[in-house]
Nanobody, 114 residues
Framework: QVQLVESGGGLVQPGGSLRLSCAAT????????MGWYRQAPGKQRELVAS???????TYADSVKGRFTISRDNAKNAVYLQMNSLKPEDTAVYYC????????WGQGTQVTVSS
């Protein structure tokens, strides 16, 4: 089990960009899977993107072509570059991990609004 901390959220205008960061709170050997999730008001949490230690990625259809997930294995960190942001991207963004399992943190708020 690993705890992760997200950062980098904020308020941006439609079409703007943000880069989210997430890192493990303690040293641990390679995490196999790291991912970003989001939960908008009144909606269920959904997977946004994930990446394996080998660099294989997946994306939700709604963010393909706009978001890019990456990681630094040496730091057990994962990043989410978000471009061309839309109001519907507004949500609390969380990161988590698998192998080992992660725990849900507080997330970081992303608000896309004029």
């Amino acid at each position: 089990q690993v705890q992760l901390v997200e950062s980098g959220g904020g308020l941006v205008q439609p079409g703007g960009s943000l880069r989210l960061s997430c890192a493990a709170t303690r040293n641990i050997v390679r995490i196999y899977l790291m991912g970003w999730y989001r939960q908008a008001p009144g909606k269920q949490r959904e997977l946004v993107a994930s990446i394996t230690s080998g660099g294989d990625t997946t994306y939700a259809d709604s963010v393909k072509g706009r978001f890019t997930i990456s990681r630094d294995n040496a730091k057990n960190a994962v990043y989410l570059q978000m471009n061309s942001l839309k109001p519907e991207d507004t949500a609390v963004y969380y990161c988590n991990a698998d192998r080992p399992w992660g725990t849900w943190g507080q997330g970081t708020q992303v608000t896309v609004s004029s």
